[in-house]
């Protein structure tokens, strides 16, 4: 049956999705580590096998990352990629059930300092990552062990439920979410920078019409501009951030340098310059660790169609 015009009632497909995550997040939770491990890496090789849309479309991305990998290469990882993938979510939903000192226990990072430092400036601190491991458990890290509360933003989902769902799941990990809503959001993160706060910004994709075209892996992609222009605008620390996981349970972090603001160029220059910046920072940590990066959409421009296909 069609639905009317105007109808913002979720349909039957948004309505299982919403179901399928509150289940995850009510059972798995529940269940001994070593099954809940055992059961994401049996969905996802299943998914792997499928050879769905977002398999073909990951494996799209990764040839770009590794472009001299062969098809079994390629598939290897994927299949990688996949695992990856279903161990964020698997982490994810067990996320709210761990103590500060798990947390703690399950990330290393790196360059630490360059965070601390920038926020005992006072100066407020942009920490921008890529889709790469599982960022809010870095998140949870920053709030349980360094103790610093900070701000994020966070796209709207169909249906209102879900989004819903994932806001309370990342506040009460610790962290402030505003929904993606333009204007708003951006002059809250502002504020938030200017009284010496952290803001986390994922920050590796962007089709709207305010993105900058970067050069990514050899070709065309766009990435937001928020973190250049909130770095531009109130002072604030720029650092990228990247992530990986390994053979043990506890994942890797990295804090790079700081991206500073170039001394000559008008605004849209300066967001051009940076945010190429970031996209090297993020280049050399998806390079490393290409089966960690959970890109599952398209991201090239010359992988849109012209109505700017989201899949």
């Known amino acids: 049956m069609s639905r009317a015009p105007g109808d913002t009632r979720p349909g039957p497909k948004e309505r299982i999705s919403d179901g399928l995550y509150g289940l995850g997040w009510a059972a798995v939770k529940k269940l001994p ?6 059961l994401f890496r049996t969905i996802a090789d299943q998914v792997w096998k499928r050879r769905g849309k977002s398999v073909l479309r990951l494996e799209s991305n990764l040839a770009r990352v590794v472009p001299d990998a062969s098809p079994a290469r390629l598939a290897e990882l994927s299949r990688a990629g996949m695992r990856s993938y279903m161990r964020y979510w698997m982490e994810s ?21 360059r965070l601390t430092e920038g926020l005992d400036a006072g100066r407020g601190v942009v920490l921008a990552l890529p889709h790469l491991g599982n960022w809010d458990l870095a998140g949870a890290w920053v709030t349980t062990d360094l103790k610093v509360p900070f701000t994020t933003v966070a796209e709207r989902l169909k249906p209102e439920s879900l989004y819903d769902r994932f806001v309370a799941y990342r506040e009460g990990l610790g962290m402030e979410v505003l929904a993606h809503n333009g204007g708003t959001a951006f002059g809250t993160l502002a504020q938030r920078l200017r009284a010496g706060g952290l803001v986390c910004l994922v920050a590796d994709r962007d089709l709207s019409a305010s993105g900058v075209e970067v050069t990514f892996f050899g070709d065309a992609a766009r990435m937001p501009a928020g973190p250049s222009l909130l770095a531009q605008q109130t002072g604030a620390l720029l650092l990228p951030v990247t992530l990986h996981y390994d053979d043990t349970p506890v994942m890797k972090a990295r804090i790079h340098p700081p ?7 008008d605004r849209a220059q ?7 910046a970031l996209a090297d920072a993020f280049a050399l940590g998806i390079a490393e660790h290409p089966e960690d990066w959970h890109m599952l959409q398209r991201l090239w421009l010359a992988d849109l169609e012209p109505l700017g296909d989201q899949q």
Do not use: C, N, Y
């Not at 996320?95 to 290393?108: M, N, Q």
């Open 270 to 276: 300066r967001t051009s310059v940076m945010t190429q």
């Open 259 to 265: 991206v500073e603001v170039p001394g000559s160029g």
């Open 33 to 38: 580590e070593p099954a809940a491990r055992a």
């Open 93 to 113: 939903f067990r996320l709210p059930t761990w103590s500060a000192g798990r947390i703690k226990d399950s990330i290393e990072v790196a360059d630490t300092h």
